[in-house]
């Protein structure tokens, strides 16, 4: 992926949510936060302006000036600790940012002559902080709009993207949408909860909280419980994952992501395999399965 600085602003008096501290609200067990953090891992450098909290991976911290200047100043402020040719700029509310719309604006900022891409919502509206700017000519605007101003703070947003040419990229329904009420937060909290959403992001979950960076086929994970809970005995399916786990641990020591996955993927195939033979054992099958069959070899008793 292309290389790239990102800044996120966590300020803000969040006045819609009764002042608090919207940064740190979580959504899915995550903070608002830690999930933005979370959709640009692969950024060089990682600017916060906002108050220092806790973070699940580190970051530099900045503030406006003054605090409480507004976006345009802290991402002033922000750009000053930056030094990649193309900045991404994200709010901190946005619960369901992803790493494919990340790729997608850089993809689209790329295009000869942009000054960059931005997101827009299901009604057609830029949404300039869900956005890649190339840095040189943001730089730029930005001191020009200081200069005819006399500062940054308290200006809107357009008075610098009116300025830039910026493709548009379409990102659906979900990933510029964020959370400014407590009504947006509890629709927040219901959407990952949907069927089709919960278990993936119940793993992504707990892959950032152990700080786990591996893709596995969860697919295969989800069968082996199954195998395992019908053939053998229903406590059997947590306990089987579990020692997949820990066997492809230990047997991944030391190595990349992907060789990992595929420890994953093997402990998972033989785990799978073992509940089959023992489900075929229980039900009288096994006696008439030659051993070819069942993945043994033939040989002397």
């Not at 605090?67 to 030094?83: D, H, S």
């Not at 891409?117 to 869900?130: E, W």
């Amino acid at each position: 992926m292309t290389a790239y600085d990102v800044i996120v602003l966590a300020g803000g008096a969040a006045k819609r949510l009764g002042g608090a501290d919207k940064p740190a609200v979580r959504v899915g067990g995550r903070a608002l936060l830690d999930r933005v953090l979370a959709a640009c891992s692969g950024a060089g450098a990682t600017v916060v302006v906002g108050d220092r909290r806790p973070t699940f991976r580190p970051v530099a911290w900045t503030r406006e000036v003054p605090e409480g200047g507004g976006p345009l100043a802290a991402l002033g402020a922000g750009m000053r600790l930056t030094t990649a040719e193309r900045v991404l700029v994200l709010s901190a509310d946005l619960p369901f940012l992803g790493p494919a719309t990340v790729g997608a604006l850089l993809a689209a900022a790329g295009e000869d002559g942009r000054d960059g891409a931005l997101c827009t919502d299901p009604d057609g509206r830029d949404q300039p902080l869900v956005a890649v700017y190339r840095a040189e000519p943001l730089r730029r605007e930005l001191a020009l709009v200081a200069t005819e101003h006399g500062s940054l703070a308290g200006l809107p947003l357009r008075l610098l993207t009116g300025e830039l040419d910026l493709a548009r990229v379409d990102a659906g329904p979900d990933a510029a949408f964020d959370c400014d009420t407590w009504d947006d937060i509890a629709t927040a909290r219901a959407r990952i909860r949907e069927h089709g959403a919960v278990l993936d992001e119940w793993i992504t979950s707990v892959k950032n909280e152990l700080g786990i960076e591996l893709d596995v086929d969860t697919d295969v994970l989800l069968d082996l419980a199954r195998d395992a809970a019908h053939g053998v005995a229903r406590p059997a399916a947590p306990l089987t994952t579990f020692l997949v786990g820990y066997a492809a641990a230990r047997a991944s020591a030391g190595a990349s992501p992907e060789e990992a996955a595929a420890a994953v993927a093997e402990a998972a195939r033989r785990a799978t395999a073992l509940a089959l033979r023992w489900e075929a054992e229980a039900g009288g099958a096994e006696a008439a399965t030659p051993p070819e069959a069942s993945g043994e070899q033939a040989g002397t008793p």
